[in-house]
Nanobody
Framework: QVQLVESGGGLVQPGGSLRLSCAAS????????MYWHRQAPGQQRKLVAG???????NYAESVQGRFTISRDNANNVVYLQMNDLKPEDTGVYYC??????WGQGTQVTVSP
């Protein structure tokens, strides 16, 4: 069974950086497109970034130029580097594999 475990969330001031990690087990991420979604308080879960099998990334307009998604197929890990964080980036960040499997989420709070 595929399991995804996110880590790296926390409290950060505006303008700061965090790097989220998503470690996969029970399958090989090299077979899947991988995604990061965000669920802000009181809102629906939304796609933040995705990375295709070949490594081509795509981003929501709100994070373009600030976030970078990457994949390490050898270690079965996906990352989300988040720079210049803003209060509106606050939420629970979820890793997703092939739009089929979800992690439990990691909280990111951006606040002075």
């Amino acid at each position: 069974q595929v399991q995804l475990v996110e880590s790296g969330g926390g409290l950060v001031q505006p303008g700061g950086s965090l790097r989220l990690s998503c470690a996969a087990s029970g399958g090989n991420i090299s077979q899947w497109a991988m995604y990061w979604h965000r669920q802000a308080p009181g809102q629906q879960r939304k796609l933040v970034a995705g990375v295709a099998l070949g490594g081509t990334p795509n981003y929501a307009e709100s994070v373009q130029g600030r976030f970078t998604i990457s994949r390490d197929n050898a270690n079965n890990v996906v990352y989300l580097q988040m720079n210049d964080l803003k209060p509106e980036d606050t939420g629970v960040y979820y890793c997703n594999a092939a739009l089929a499997w979800w992690g439990q989420g990691t909280q990111v709070t951006v606040s002075p």
